[in-house]
């Protein structure tokens, strides 16, 4: 595969293939497949990963001091990316995603910014030299890490000293409409389990970064069935990678009870919300 990609920025054109995975137990196979099969819908469902990320956007703004190389970790379809080159139009732009899919579909919309690459690659392993990049830029892509450690390692080992790490997460009160109604029906975990702010913390700090802001707002989707909500889940690609989760498809009757559950959450205007925590880190090395 041919990338557009300047050296030494960038090492390598894609992240080796791991041979000794097993499939089925690296939840990285999973989560590559789903928002492989998630490209094509992607943008007709990411109001959320919009607004939190036109949000983190302006955190960037205010906090940017004429950055050379930004990286875009889970950069997606690549919306944000494009923004990011448009509005740092002296800078290298790295949008940079695990789903292959995602990344062709990006290349194929933003030709015109110059300064805007995109690679499929690991967060746990970025294809870049030490100490290169002035921003690492990530929207709500970290709570799909299988091993966040490795991942914020890696983070800290790609930036410059004094490099700043901005980027959203969700936090544990995500989806918790979805997750109690589901808790009446069966023993089953159908919400992913999302790092809560002092592990974060902890883990920012293990891996040597300075925190300089962390602020936790929470954002509403509204919905007029259970039903509109999960399929809005399945076509951003944000599968259950819970290990008790049930293996197998959900019953009729399981559905049913789902809609009487959730149904108790409904507005005024006769409104289902799904409510994310979202966590605004912004850190340096």
Request: glycine share 4%; hydrophobic share 40%.
């Amino acid at each position: 595969m041919i990338v557009r990609v300047k050296r030494p920025w960038v090492l390598l054109a894609c992240y080796p293939r791991r041979k000794n995975v097993i499939l089925g137990l690296d939840p990285r196979i999973s989560i590559t497949r789903s928002f492989n099969r998630a490209a094509k819908s992607y943008n007709q469902v990411n109001f959320l990963q919009l607004e939190v990320g036109y949000r983190l956007f302006c955190w960037l703004k205010d906090f940017a001091d004429h950055p050379k190389k930004i990286a875009d970790l889970g950069c997606g379809t690549g919306i944000i990316t494009a923004k990011l080159a448009q509005d740092f139009p002296q800078s290298r732009v790295l949008g940079i995603d695990i789903a292959e899919n995602m990344i062709e579909y990006a290349r194929s919309c933003f030709t015109k910014e110059k300064n805007l690459n995109f690679i499929t690659a690991d967060a746990d392993s970025l294809p870049l030299e030490n100490e290169n990049l002035d921003i690492a830029f990530s929207n709500l892509m970290l709570q799909w890490s299988p091993n966040l450690k490795t991942t914020l390692t890696a983070l800290w080992r790609a930036l410059k000293p004094g490099g700043k790490l901005i980027f959203s997460t969700l936090g544990p009160g995500s989806l918790n409409e979805l997750r109690n109604a589901w808790a009446k029906i069966d023993h089953y975990k159908h919400v992913n389990n999302f790092v809560d702010r002092e592990q974060l913390t902890e883990e920012l700090m293990c891996a040597q970064f300075k925190i300089l802001k962390f602020e936790t707002v929470y954002h509403y989707r509204l919905f007029d069935t259970v039903l509109d909500l999960m399929h809005e889940l399945k076509k951003l690609g944000a599968n259950n990678l819970n290990e008790l989760r049930n293996k197998n498809l959900s019953s009729k009757k399981s559905f049913k009870q789902l809609q009487i559950f959730y149904d108790k959450y409904r507005d005024k205007n006769n409104k289902l919300p799904a409510s994310f925590e979202i966590y605004y880190v912004y850190a340096t090395k």
